[in-house]
Nanobody, 122 residues
Framework: QVQLRESGGGLVQAGGSLRLSCAASRRTFSNYAIAWFRQAPGKEREFVASISWSAGNTFYLNSVKGRFTISRDNGKSTVDLQMNSLKPEDTAVYYC???????????????WGQGTQVTVSS
């Protein structure tokens, strides 16, 4: 397993931008596919975006396509989520997670960060 730590959350007005970062503890970070999930109060945890170990493949939740961009730097063991044109419905705790393969199912991910709060005001 790999230890993950998110940063970059905060409060932003609708239409604004935030950049989340996920830092990993291990050199073998490059072996993992990484995804971002989010969970709003009273709702199920939801897949947001994922990126393959080589960064050759990415996948997004339909509602964030064109607004969010996932990227990774294996040399720095980080995965970022650039979030633009934020909407109040994007408000949630955002988590990064690691898996041995590309998947959108939360149960397939073996390592999780502690989460970072994103709040978008209207």
């Amino acid at each position: 397993q790999v230890q993950l730590r998110e940063s970059g959350g905060g409060l932003v007005q609708a239409g604004g931008s935030l950049r989340l970062s996920c830092a990993a503890s291990r050199r073998t970070f490059s072996n993992y596919a990484i995804a971002w999930f989010r969970q709003a109060p009273g709702k199920e945890r939801e897949f947001v975006a994922s990126i393959s170990w080589s960064a050759g493949n990415t996948f997004y939740l339909n509602s964030v396509k064109g607004r969010f961009t996932i990227s990774r730097d294996n040399g720095k063991s980080t995965v970022d989520l650039q979030m633009n044109s934020l909407k109040p419905e994007d408000t949630a705790v955002y988590y990064c997670a690691a898996s041995d393969y590309m998947t959108t199912k939360s149960t397939d991910f073996t390592s999780w960060g502690q989460g970072t709060q994103v709040t978008v005001s209207s």
